[in-house]
């Protein structure tokens, strides 16, 4: 037996008045979205007859969400964060946007104020016994011009696919650096090989993940903001090619552009030019930034970020 009230004159007004429709005070845009989301839950609730267990499941999942900080998390795996880079696409081509490296998701993991250097720098601390890996490429714009003076703002995960920081074993922006480009718009940095990453097997994402049958893996990537002066921002990553999740990322973040070469070598000539020993990995990546007079466009979308001010 379904029972509908939603369409009720009662029911209407009862929606307006607890998004604050009915009063002066308050944010106008708080209250619109408040209204619709509202107004979609009552209609959720009617249409898929949810029932009070259920109802009351949702909300408990909600602060099991908010207490292990995976609300960002959830966002990726169910493919929103996705969709808005989709939306941005398409609203670039509707304005004439185009060219340039691919926009892909931030996701949950960035911490602002890594140290920054010029041309080059190291991201790991030598804790972790990964492979070394070195990689280097150049930032340009969308005529091939080489762009001096942007900052490369890389971040990525150890070994056991966790980040600095949110891992709280590792060192201090470990995995974390910004490097200015020299005069030839170059980067280049050493690191380890990166693993992919799991979501937390006991987490809420990884529960409802579970539940539609889906796995919580990325495959192993390379996250990277990348801005330079009168140029458009980019939030992008690269994946690894060979990676057993590179087209079955539950982020959704891979895109045929972004998968970068990764090539192992036991060259030991080479890897005495590089000062190190043992098989090391090389990546080479460009980096091609749109061109924008536009403030706004210049600078990385608000979000609350750790460290962040
Ligand atoms: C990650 O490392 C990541 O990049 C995303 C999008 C989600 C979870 C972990
Ligand atoms: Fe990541």
Not at 16 to 30: H, I, T, V, W, Y
Not at 120 to 149: C, H, I, S, W, Y
Not at 179 to 194: K, N
Not at 257 to 271: G, H, P, V
Request: glycine content about 10%; some cysteine; charged content about 25%.
């Amino acid at each position: 037996m379904n029972v509908r009230i939603s369409h009720t004159a009662s029911a209407q007004k009862f929606l307006e008045d607890a998004s604050g429709l009915l009063n002066e005070g308050g944010n106008p845009r708080a209250k619109a979205l408040i209204y619709r989301i509202l107004r979609d839950s009552v209609n959720i609730i009617e249409d898929l007859e949810v029932t009070p267990q259920e109802f009351w499941k949702a909300v408990n999942y909600l602060n099991e969400l908010g207490a292990r900080q995976e609300a960002g998390l959830l966002v990726a795996g169910l493919g929103l964060e996705h969709y808005l880079d989709l939306l941005m696409d398409a609203e670039d081509a509707q304005a004439g946007k185009s060219g340039g490296t691919p926009r892909t998701i931030e996701g949950p993991l960035y911490v602002a104020g890594a140290p920054l250097s010029n041309g080059e720098a190291r991201l790991d601390d030598g804790v972790d016994p990964g492979v070394v890996l070195f990689m280097q490429g150049q930032v340009k714009n969308t005529d091939g011009k080489p762009l001096a003076g942007a900052v490369v703002d890389v971040w990525h995960a150890n070994t056991g696919g966790t980040y600095s920081y949110f891992d709280a074993s590792q060192s201090e922006f470990n995995l974390r650096r910004r490097i200015v480009t020299d005069a030839e718009g170059r980067y280049r940095f050493r690191s380890i090989v990166p693993s992919g990453y799991g979501c937390p097997p006991d987490g809420p994402t990884q529960q409802l993940l579970d539940q539609l049958g889906r796995h919580g893996q990325r495959p192993a990537h390379i996250h990277f903001f990348i801005s330079a002066d009168d140029h458009r921002h980019l939030t992008t990553q690269i994946n690894l090619d060979g990676d057993k999740y590179l087209h079955d990322d539950f982020a959704y973040a891979t895109r045929d552009e972004l998968i970068a070469k990764i090539t192992f070598s036991d060259d030991q000539r080479r890897a005495r030019e590089h000062g190190v020993s043992g098989r090391f990995a090389e990546i080479e990546f460009d980096f091609t930034l749109q061109s924008s007079a536009q403030p706004d466009e210049q600078h990385r979308n608000e979000r609350v970020r750790a460290l962040e001010s």
